[in-house]
């Protein structure tokens, strides 16, 4: 089984919806990212969680929000979906000895009409 | 500020040709540099990485080699397979690994 998994895998959803993402992990890791990609810009940071009561905006925060259920989860929220969110996600994670590595989930692929 | 440049792509090559993709880098401090890989469909995965100035990192006959002076991260290899067709991302993260910066990625299509 994977050890950072992410649901859904695809999703097609429409504009003002509100939508989660989830990643799960079993690597018992403290630190999880969560990043879109984008055609030509390479991955960007959402948010990150160095534990469960650590919450940090990333480069790219605005019209998102995260919830870390516990230590394994992480989720991510569009609260009301637009088109420009259309991308690529990835949940990441690291533990706090071996941080200069990162794990990365399979992606969700996100379309807003 | 800190941030990473690629070599623009798609670089094709035929297999057993010689690669060469180009990285810069701007950071404050000394920063860590890294090389991830996301093949088809798949998450990224950690390549190489290299901590320090002059340090070479190497994997899966992969190697680049940390320069200070030039403030680069270029990744070689001697001979590409068709199984190296991928995107490759360079990246790099402060002392403490906080945060890493990716570059935009570089999609690599090998032909046999």
């Known amino acids: 089984d994977a050890d950072v998994t992410q649901t859904p895998r695809n999703r097609i959803t429409k504009t003002g919806k509100r939508i989660m993402l989830e990643c799960s992990q079993t690597k018992g890791h403290d630190r999880m990212y969560w990043y879109r990609q984008d055609p030509g810009l390479g991955l960007r940071l959402i948010y990150y969680s160095f534990d469960v009561k650590d919450i940090n905006k990333g480069e790219i925060s605005d019209g998102y929000s995260v919830s870390r259920q516990a230590q394994a989860k992480f989720s991510l929220s569009l609260e009301s979906a637009i088109p420009n969110q259309t991308a690529l996600y990835f949940c990441?994670?690291?533990?706090?000895?071996?941080?200069?590595?990162?794990?990365f989930g399979p992606g969700t692929r996100l379309t807003v009409l | 500020g800190n941030s990473v440049t690629q070599m623009e792509g798609p670089v094709t090559l035929s297999e057993e040709a010689f690669l060469t993709i180009n990285c810069t880098y701007t950071a404050t401090g000394y920063p860590s540099l890294f090389w991830y890989v996301q093949y088809p469909g798949e998450g990224l995965q950690l390549l190489l990485k290299a901590t320090k100035a002059d340090d070479k990192g190497s994997n899966k006959g992969f190697e680049a080699t940390y320069r200070k002076e030039t403030t680069s991260f270029h990744l070689e290899k001697g001979s590409v397979q068709v199984s190296d067709s991928a995107v490759y991302f360079c990246a790099l993260s402060r002392y403490n690994f906080n945060k890493f910066y990716f570059g935009s990625g570089t999609k690599l299509n090998v032909k046999p």
């Open positions: 990441a994670t690291s533990d706090l000895k071996g941080a200069d590595t990162q794990y």
